[in-house]
């Protein structure tokens, strides 16, 4: 056991993966993979994959979607891989990279799908914490908003799509950059804990080169219903059975 109190953690189907204190994921983390689920034989780009949970959670049912995850932190990347090699999956590269530097690293207008579930505060708000692996990953210090939206834009053809999720505070922001970069919103879906708490977050899905308007919002995703998982909310954890972080 490493005193960074690492651990292998189930996501189902015989899956499971390293994590540790600075290197997890969360409930929102499951519910944009299930919200982007890439098609079968697609070519998916998950960035800031963190310890990869959501290229092993797509992977843990259709290992036909050729998946490449960047993240900027070596210590995230060997984590991963270290997973990626206990379920002996090959559908999955990770890239020790900074998504702002992404030409020749990876094909420009090349992929179905791109992925992202970013750091939620703006750098500058909020207490910010002393460990440099946890800053990354909560405040936007090495990548902001706009960087995130222009990599996705590069890297999808035409009619690809761009998910990724965030507080519903930021809503205005993020359709503003979508739109700015010809991403343009399709679908939305605000996440409730239950139904007399305010939206915690929402899911948001942008079309590549698409016309604009037509924008779909779907029904809320309630998280609990009667003190319990929502019905909805047992079916997208499947056969993912342990942990349950807000």
Known sequence: MSD????????????????????????DTILLADFAKPKKNSKAVDLGTGCGTIPFLWSRNDTSVKISAVEIQSGAVNLAERSKEYNGLSNIDFINADLKELKGVLKFGYYDLVCCNPPYKLDGSGIKNPDSEKLLARHE??????????????????????????????????MEVMRNNNLEPKRLRFVQQRKDKKPKLFLIEGKRSSKKGNLVVEPTLFIEENGEFSPEMREIYGSYKDGYDE
Not at 8 to 22: A, S
Not at 159 to 173: A, Y
């Open 141 to 174: 210090q090495s990548c902001t908003l706009e960087d995130i939206v222009l990599a996705a834009k590069n890297l999808l053809q035409f009619g690809g799509r761009f998910c990724m999720c965030q507080r519903p505070e930021r809503l205005t922001d993020v």
């Open 4 to 27: 960074k109190k690492e651990h292998l953690e189930p996501l189902g189907n015989g899956v499971e993966i390293y994590v540790n204190e600075f290197y997890h994921f969360s409930t």
